[in-house]
């Protein structure tokens, strides 16, 4: 009786992990059909000389706007020294 039993057992467990193969198979195959179509692109961030360069530039046009009572586009391109100072500053 213990032969039977272990051979019905041993039919089952090999089932089973037949079904477990065919499903982890499946899963794998349908996470490598998802990542297939991502691609990356590498933006470089620009050189600290560079970003210095600009900074320099737009406080001088800063400086104009000031001048001119022209707060609107002062108010911008004082938004835009702020991001170039954030990036310096890492």
Same mark, same amino acid.
């Given at each position: 009786?213990? =032969?039977?039993?272990?051979?019905?057992?041993?039919?089952?467990?090999?089932?089973?992990?037949?079904?477990?193969? @065919?499903?982890?198979?499946?899963?794998?195959?349908?996470?490598?059909?998802?990542?297939?179509?991502?691609? +990356?692109? +590498?933006? /470089?961030?620009? /050189?600290? $000389? #560079?970003? @210095? @360069?600009?900074?320099?530039?737009?406080?001088?046009?800063? =400086?104009? !706007?000031?001048?001119? $009572?022209?707060?609107?586009?002062?108010?911008?391109? !004082?938004?835009?020294?702020? @991001?170039? =100072? #954030? =990036?310096?500053?890492?």
């Amino acid at each position: 009786m213990n =032969k039977i039993a272990q051979l019905v057992a041993d039919k089952i467990i090999k089932y089973i992990d037949e079904k477990q193969q @065919e499903l982890d198979d499946q899963y794998f195959n349908s996470l490598d059909n998802q990542f297939n179509n991502i691609s +990356y692109t +590498y933006i /470089p961030e620009q /050189p600290k $000389e #560079t970003l @210095e @360069e600009e900074l320099a530039i737009l406080e001088s046009i800063l =400086k104009v !706007h000031i001048s001119k $009572e022209d707060y609107k586009a002062a108010a911008i391109v !004082h938004k835009q020294i702020k @991001e170039i =100072k #954030t =990036k310096l500053n890492k």
